[in-house]
């Protein structure tokens, strides 16, 4: 099959919404990563997306809406819920809900709950209205691969695979939405994201973050899989270690390997001379460029030599996150 990279025109919309009625599966822009979206009620097309990128079949995918969505359709609303969806949306928070069982049991891998999200892109948000029916749609990459943030990252994955990818340009935000649990008293967040524990709960007064106990089944099974991982070869180090970093380097040099850093702005100017990925200074930089740059390495660099940015908190949470499993470290 061929795939059309179109801009959002009507006529790619009113295209897209006949893929949609077909059961096909249709990628598109948003605000943080493209989409890989499907019918949220149409099971085949649902199991479709998990085939598409060889997704594990116990993990969840979110449902995309317009703003003027009814969600009362398909979850129930808990109180406080009300006040976060009118800060926030439209935007990067994904809040999960008890589901009402509107879509196929196959969107939430059984469980009773549903996650649902409102994206701001204008190309997302022009595709919800047109087909006005809830898109299940996972971030459109191959499973384990890095997301993608710009079409041609998922034309990468999966040209010749599907019919059509709506082109809204580079996804801004850059990494995935933040994942927030809204079936207790309290919020939790499942998934760090630009939507952080600071902002919600200066908005309902308090949010908690999960962590996955050893032994525990996960609240969000996502969090449980290998991520977001280049396809070269990597290796990491600590602010503090950049001289065994630099020795790494030269290691790679040596065997006539092509090593790159992958670094925050001011660990870049100290190795200049070097070849460098400069992730940007501030935590909302590194973010809109983690994904292009491990998707730049995987095709320059023998070995990606990540070095792990200082600042904590806030959005460099859900970067750090993200960072940390495209090199196969885990969080403490
Ligand atoms: P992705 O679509 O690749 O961005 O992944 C979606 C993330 O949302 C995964 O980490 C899922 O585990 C999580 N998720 C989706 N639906 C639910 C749900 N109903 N309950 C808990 N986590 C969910
Ligand atoms: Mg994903």
Known sequence: MKTLVLPPSADTLEYAKELIKAGEVVAFHTETVYGLGADARNDAAVRKIFALKGRPADNPLISH???GYDISVLVETPPYTEALRRAFLPGPLTMVYPSKGKVSPAVSCGL?????????SPTAQAFLRAVDVPIAAPSANRSKHVSP???QHVLDDFEGDIPLIIDGGASQGGI???VLDCTGEVPQILRAGLVTREMI????????IYHMRAGEKPKSPGMAYKHYAPGCRTAFFS???????VRCYGRE?????RPYFLAEHAVCERLSGYDCFDLGASPEEMAANLYALLREGERKATLLIGIEPRCRGGVMDGVRNR???AFGQSEN
Do not use: I, Y
């Open 149 to 151: 943030v710009t079409a």
């Open 323 to 325: 960072l940390l499993r």
């Open 239 to 245: 602010a503090d270690n950049t001289e065994e970093a």
């Open 253 to 257: 040099k040596g065997a006539n390997g």
């Open 65 to 67: 809406v317009h703003s």
């Open 112 to 120: 009773p709950t549903l996650s649902v999200r409102v994206p701001s």
């Open 176 to 178: 995935e939405s933040t």
């Open 201 to 208: 709960a200066s908005v309902v007064g308090a949010c908690g």
